[in-house]
């Protein structure tokens, strides 16, 4: 099982990123997956999650109202679409998918069992 997470770079403030999350070895259609980031010296911290299904979503209080998170259960692949983006969303990003099938979001990382490279995000100001 392995998660491919892609799409960061560097961004000035304001800008957008689209992040991707590959999933191969099997498939993830019946599982949640979620999105953390991590900066220097910093926790883990919740992003973004989307249950098994697609139909509920939940965000972290700091990207409320500027992230979207979605899934293509065809192509196996969750997306993060990130806008408005400053300069404390700079981390790396990373991607996770629950185990456990029929599942809704969890927010703690501890839920996940599968976790991608991570894919770095710098906005400068």
């Known amino acids: 099982v392995q998660l491919q997470a892609s799409g960061g770079g560097l961004v000035q403030t304001g800008g957008s990123l689209r992040l991707s999350c590959a999933a191969s070895?099997?498939?993830?259609?019946?599982?949640?997956m979620g999105w953390f980031r991590q900066a220097p010296g910093k926790e883990r911290e919740f992003v973004a999650g989307?249950?098994?299904?697609?139909?509920?979503?939940v965000y972290g209080d700091p990207v409320k109202g500027r992230c979207a998170i979605s899934k293509d259960n065809a192509q196996n692949t969750a997306y993060l679409q990130m806008n408005n983006l400053k300069p404390a969303d700079t981390a790396v990003y990373y991607c996770?998918?629950?185990?456990?099938?029929?599942?809704?979001?969890?927010?703690?990382?501890?839920?996940?069992?599968?976790w991608g490279q991570g894919t770095q995000v710098t906005v400068s100001s």
């Open positions: 996770a998918v629950r185990n456990l099938r029929f599942s809704s979001v969890e927010i703690t990382p501890g839920s996940y069992d599968y």
């Open positions: 989307i249950s098994w299904s697609g139909s509920g979503t």
């Open positions: 070895g099997r498939t993830f259609s019946r599982h949640a």
